[in-house]
């Protein structure tokens, strides 16, 4: 039992957790009492005694969990200790719930967490969508519908689409640039092990009094700074979520700017990388703003400094320039990683090289750019400076060109190619190039001043968020997760089950998220548990797309898992891929490479005569002479 | 190389599909009924993104699966693919076209957006407040009346709404207008309408501002100037003093908060 509590690990984590949250307890009620006030404060907003345990209480568990061992001892002057073989690597299930610093073990632990967030927020999703089936109030009441949606929103957008992409880029990232590992390993774990805080904090704000926070995903002030107990929850979780995200960005920065192997100049990345790369731009500079935002609001309710207190000098319309700051580049997050899957994907499968792949790159940079010049588009209606919406929306709008870019480029990189639809992958990737087309059209009418004022804030809204995140994000993720399913766990899923769960999303995705367009324009507004009656038939239809697409996920679950366990055995390099991850063994070996590869060619030459990636180690000094077709796998 | 392509025949696919997704969704009345002088413009622009929409949908749709059907491999076909990079005609190309699409949009959203936001010489000034979860409105006049959760309006003059919030932020939307504004605390938020129709409507909060956020409705009646003049005189109430109070600067069209020199 004493080994045990010495070791970092659960027992040492659950007392981490317990002594934390006992250590803030004991400071709020100390500070009070000295203070000469009552020891509990039970105001609607305060309540010190919960809100600072839930901070000492998670950093509590990761210190326990030992997610700062190492830094500690070096710190302290005490010989730290070396990596042994236990922190690398897994050799059963149980190596994946502990602190490990193997970036393809952090891949899939980030993989799996996000998912299981995905399924908690479709499950909400799911009695959203009930209670909605009919006009009226049926299954829940209005105070809890509002918890309801806020956090089916903050789970999918904070522990499932912007982690997710982060555990794909952990797995994937490293071995397509020839690196043995990510450059901060032990940061690398820490971000992930605050993710399932993060997620925590949010699912456990239920249990506050006063029920889950209800002001929405965007928890606008001052309905957030007045709001019960569980408002305090979603500020806490977003910084757990905050700062992992922007960790992990860091890390990938440094990483790829620093950690390519040989030979692999800028032009010469993948686009996934080159997409990532983008993306951690954008996460390192706009996540802070989110960070601060959700500090200021609960600084507000616990601490009275009314930045969005209009009665005490506050200014309610900054909560919104500060929160969509990071919140609009954080769509972006949400897409540009999916872009590199889909870049990879439909590359491989069409057999041809990326149709003007630098165009491709400089419009990832542009989106990057011109993302953080759009923010005030959310805020048309919201009473801000009026002059300031025509620049918005210019901007906003020639966001879509380098958006346009790409959709162009992956149709001109199918054309003259040999384009095989056997893996679900390529069927999620031909799919989003239809269904993001649509939600960029939407994208571009909601840019339009006139056209947003009549349907912000209504179902329009709502169509179009799923159809860029769902129909946009989640495919992208699909594809990727089929794509790599073979190199992350060795086995091959089985494609008729993946081919059921394609036409399954699709059909749900349209028949769910098309008509809501058609109630938002006709007058139904968003976030509301009743209805007028005459959109009761659509919104049956919509329930219905929404039941068979909750339904169909259930087959995805199923495929995963039993094809994790008894899927027949992958090879190196069942897709004829190019890029360097497909060149080591499926799953690859711990360190990756026994020596690191060298880059000698792009990553998407195929139909090349004699052209080449990369030259694996063993293989000859010399570029050969005679050309060679693919390489295969060298295990 | 693209010579190998039927150019025309695709274009003339996007073209008849443009044109039949057109004449489709055209005559739907997407937005529900017209009631002000700026619902029909509103329409028109949605009109003219709807074809050019249409336009960039055929546009996908005959690329992607003209590529689709005829170079999908064939069964046990193991070859790539021709090794084209790309071509740097086609890509200024769709670089270039799509930002005039996208500049003209802009162009005409702003024209149609200074046209309905244009302030006539004589308009009406209702003070709108709002709550958790109700409507009221101020009336100009020496007694300053005010209406509680029903609003009206003279029909065919422009009416300027001024809008103040009592606790959260609410939002002011009449879609038979398709005016949205939402109603800060603290700050005074302005929306100019001209109803042209008779009738009755409703007021619709669609900010999030609660658990009676989906049931915070008021009634709008759009009425001859004679039948609103004579509504407002039976108006009991004065508007109480801390709704009158809480009138503040207009940080929306003026950027100079109050005591910084500004009005």
């Known amino acids: 039992m004493v080994a045990a509590i010495k070791q970092p690990g659960w027992i040492r984590g659950a007392l981490g957790a317990i002594l934390g949250a006992a250590f803030g307890f004991a400071l709020v009620v100390a500070l009070r009492k000295a203070s000469g006030l009552p020891a509990y404060q039970t105001e609607q907003t305060g309540y010190p005694q919960v809100v600072v345990p839930l901070i000492s209480g998670p950093l509590g568990f990761l210190l326990g969990f030992g997610c700062f061992d190492y830094w500690l001892r070096w710190a302290a002057g005490m010989p730290t200790i070396p990596e042994d073989h236990s922190q690398h690597g897994a050799k059963s299930w149980k190596d994946y719930f502990r602190f490990n610093t193997d970036h393809k073990v952090i891949g899939i632990q980030y993989i799996c967490t996000t998912f299981f967030f995905f399924f908690v927020g479709g499950l909400m999703a799911m009695l959203i969508r009930a209670e909605l089936a009919q006009p009226g109030t049926q299954i829940v009441d209005a105070a809890t519908y509002n918890s309801l949606f806020s956090t089916h929103a903050v789970l999918m957008i904070f522990v499932f689409v912007i982690p997710v992409f982060a555990g794909i880029a952990n797995y994937v990232l490293p071995l397509m640039i020839g690196a043995p590992d990510m450059a901060f390993p032990r940061l690398n774990a820490l971000s992930f092990w605050m993710l399932p805080l993060a997620g925590l904090l949010f699912i456990g704000s239920f249990l506050a009094p006063g029920g889950a926070f209800d002001a929405g995903w965007t928890g606008y002030a001052p309905l957030s700074t007045g709001a019960p107990l569980g408002q305090s929850f979603f500020n806490l979780g977003v910084q757990f979520a905050g700062a992992s995200s922007i960790a992990t960005a860091l890390n990938f920065l440094v990483t790829i700017i620093t950690m390519r192997a040989p030979g692999m100049t800028f032009w010469r990345m993948p686009l996934l990388v080159w997409a990532n790369l983008s993306t951690s731009l954008l996460v390192v500079a706009a996540t802070p703003f989110i960070a601060g935002a959700q500090f200021m609001v609960l600084f507000d309710r616990a601490l009275h400094t009314n930045f969005f207190e209009f009665a005490g000098g506050g200014d309610v319309v900054s909560y919104q320039h500060i929160f969509w700051f990071y919140s609009h580049p954080a769509v972006y997050i949400m897409m540009l990683p999916g872009f590199g899957i889909i870049s990879e994907v439909i590359s491989t499968h069409a057999r041809k090289p990326i149709f003007g792949y630098r165009l491709m790159a400089l419009a990832l940079i542009g989106i990057v750019v011109l993302s953080y010049s759009v923010w005030a588009h959310h805020m048309f209606v919201a009473g801000m400076f009026s002059w300031l919406r025509v620049p918005m929306m210019i901007t906003t709008l020639l966001i879509a060109v380098p958006t346009g870019i790409k959709i162009f480029s992956w149709i001109g990189t199918l054309y003259f190619g040999k384009i095989h639809t056997y893996s679900t992958a390529m069927l999620f990737a031909l799919a989003f190039i239809v269904t993001f087309t649509i939600g960029g059209i939407s994208g571009v009418m909601l840019g339009m001043v006139p056209i947003d004022i009549h349907v912000s804030d209504t179902y329009f809204i709502v169509a179009h968020i799923h159809f860029v995140l769902f129909g946009g994000s989640v495919f992208t993720i699909f594809a990727g997760i089929y794509h790599w399913f073979p190199k992350m766990t060795g086995r091959m899923y089985d494609e008729r089950l993946g081919r059921v769960h394609f036409w399954g999303t699709l059909f749900g995705t349209w028949v769910t998220f098309i008509p809501m367009h058609w109630v938002g324009m006709d007058g139904m507004p968003r976030r509301v548990a009743d209805y007028a009656t005459q959109f009761g038939e659509w919104n049956l239809l919509i329930s219905c797309g929404a039941f068979i697409l909750g339904a169909v996920q259930l087959v995805f679950l199923y495929n995963m898992i039993v094809s994790w366990r008894f899927g027949p055995r992958a090879e190196a390099n069942p897709w004829r891929a190019n890029s360097i991850e497909w060149l080591v063994s499926s799953p690859p070996p711990i360190y990756n490479f026994d020596e690191i590869p060298r880059v000698v060619g792009g990553p998407y030459e195929f139909g090349v005569p004699g052209a080449r990636h990369a030259i694996m180690a063993g293989e000859g000094v010399e570029a050969p002479a005679k050309p060679e077709p693919t390489v295969v796998g060298s295990s | ?263």
């Open chain 2, 1 to 263: 190389m693209y010579g190998r392509l039927p150019i025309a025949k695709m274009l003339a696919a996007t073209v008849a599909l443009t044109a039949a997704i057109s004449a489709v969704m055209l005559p739907i009345n997407w937005d529900g009924q017209a009631a002000s002088t700026a619902a029909p413009k509103i329409d028109d622009l949605l009109s003219v993104m709807i074809v050019l929409s249409s336009f960039v949908f055929s546009l996908v749709m005959v690329m992607l699966f003209y590529a689709l059907w005829k170079f999908k491999a064939k069964p046990g076909d193991e070859s790539d693919g021709e090794p084209i990079h790309g071509n740097t005609r086609l890509e200024v190309a769709w670089t270039v076209i799509p930002t005039i699409i996208v500049l003209f949009g802009a162009g005409y959203s702003w024209s149609v957006l200074s046209d309905i936001e244009k302030p006539a010489d004589n308009p009406l000034t209702v003070d709108v407040f709002s709550q958790q979860y109700a409507w009221s409105f101020g009336y100009p006049g020496k007694d300053n009346v005010w209406s509680q959760g029903e609003l009206h309006v003279p029909v065919d003059r422009q009416v300027q709404f001024k809008m103040h919030a009592q606790d959260v932020i609410h939002s002011f939307w009449v879609p038979e207008w398709r005016i949205k504004k939402d109603n800060v605390p603290g700050i005074t938020t302005t929306a100019i309408v001209t109803p042209d129709k008779l009738g009755t409507y409703q007021l619709i909060c669609t900010e999030l501002c609660g658990f009676g956020h989906a049931s915070m409705r008021a009634k709008v009646v759009v009425e001859t100037p004679a039948d609103f003049r004579k509504w407002v005189a039976a108006l009991p109430e004065k508007v109480p003093a801390p709704l009158a109070d809480s009138i503040e600067q207009d940080t929306e069209t003026n950027p100079v908060p109050v005591g910084a020199g500004g009005a």
